[in-house]
């Protein structure tokens, strides 16, 4: 999830069952030429385990080279093939890769050969074809290449708000050896069981829905309010811009106020005053 998947946020999740967390997606190529995107980019802590760099990158020596250099600190990375954003698809990145299997192959198999860690994770994450055997040919030739586990999206590029396709999920995963995650509009710990029985999956992975329920996986419906207390101590102590604080409050309290207090809190402009308006309303 790109802005909000950083360090405070996977801290929180993990706090509520989360298993495997995923940065937000950083442009291999910037990550490798610019200290400054490093620092901005990529942040963790002893805490922040098991841990998945995901990257977008569109050749295999920039990527083999940040994958070196997150190594020490992760345990894994993942190739962003699904992001269907125009601006990726315009530089090479995200889901224009499901089209360029030799591409994907050679950025796997680079990462295999320059990171000496065996126990290092090469993943990627897809979406799917109009014509699925084209996405089964792209996943067979993955597998053969070394990767370690593959995150199926169950949309084409096109198909934005369309029920997620989790019938070619399980098709996919009928035809690997490897583990298949699904993804896609799982927003309960019951839609994460449901898909996961549907698809016969491996796991489930979840983004907008933790984002509005941070404590999804540990079975709350909505996000109960010691989570909400959890996420200010966690993003204070760890120096959280502001936007980002306030954002992630707003998708968490979306489903437990009414319009016009969203409307006056999604209006406030410091974290003192997020922090008057929790006090006052929810003796947080």
């Known amino acids: 999830?790109?802005?909000?998947?950083?360090?405070?946020?996977?801290?929180?999740?993990?706090k509520y069952?989360?298993?495997?967390?995923?940065?937000?997606?950083?442009?291999?190529?910037?990550?490798?030429?610019?200290?400054?995107?490093?620092?901005?980019?990529?942040?963790?802590?002893?805490?922040?385990?098991?841990?998945?760099?995901?990257?977008?990158?569109?050749?295999?020596?920039?990527?083999?080279?940040?994958?070196?250099?997150?190594?020490?600190?992760a345990n894994g990375i993942d190739i962003n093939c699904g992001c269907p954003q125009r601006w990726a698809m315009a530089e090479g990145y995200g889901a224009c890769l499901?089209?360029?299997?030799?591409?994907?192959?050679?950025?796997?198999?680079?990462?295999?050969?320059q990171v000496e860690n065996p126990k290092f994770s090469v993943s990627i994450k897809i979406r799917i074809h109009d014509d699925l055997t084209r996405t089964v040919d792209l996943c067979r030739k993955a597998e053969a290449t070394g990767v370690s586990w593959i995150t199926?999206?169950?949309?084409?590029?096109?198909?934005?708000?369309?029920?997620?396709?989790?019938?070619?999920?399980?098709?996919?995963?009928?035809?690997?050896?490897?583990?298949?995650?699904?993804?896609?509009?799982i927003r309960s710990l019951k839609e994460a069981e449901n898909v996961w029985q549907i698809t016969g999956t491996d796991g489930v992975m979840v983004a907008r829905g933790l984002l509005a329920n941070p404590a999804m996986f540990a079975g709350y419906e909505e996000t109960p309010l010691k989570c909400i207390w959890d996420w200010v101590d966690i993003?204070?102590?760890?120096?959280?811009?502001?936007?980002?604080f306030h954002q992630h409050l707003m998708y968490m309290m979306e489903k437990i106020t009414s319009k016009q207090e969203r409307r006056v809190f999604n209006a406030l402009s410091s974290a003192s005053a997020v922090l008057d308006y929790l006090t006052e309303h929810y003796g947080i």
């Not at 199926?152 to 583990?179: C, F, L, W």
Request: charged share 25%; glycine share 4%; net charge positive.
């Open 1 to 14: 999830m790109v802005r909000y998947s950083k360090l405070a946020f996977r801290t929180l999740v993990r």
């Open 17 to 73: 069952c989360c298993d495997l967390c995923y940065t937000p997606m950083i442009v291999a190529a910037d990550f490798v030429r610019s200290t400054k995107a490093r620092d901005s980019e990529f942040t963790t802590n002893q805490g922040d385990c098991p841990l998945i760099v995901q990257f977008a990158a569109n050749d295999a020596r920039l990527l083999s080279d940040a994958a070196r250099i997150v190594c020490p600190y």
């Open 98 to 113: 499901i089209n360029k299997p030799e591409l994907v192959r050679d950025m796997v198999k680079q990462v295999r050969n």
């Open 152 to 185: 199926v999206h169950g949309r084409t590029v096109e198909e934005r708000h369309q029920p997620v396709h989790y019938d070619a999920i399980k098709i996919i995963k009928e035809n690997m050896s490897i583990p298949v995650i699904a993804n896609g509009d």
């Open 235 to 244: 993003a204070l102590e760890l120096g959280t811009p502001y936007m980002c």
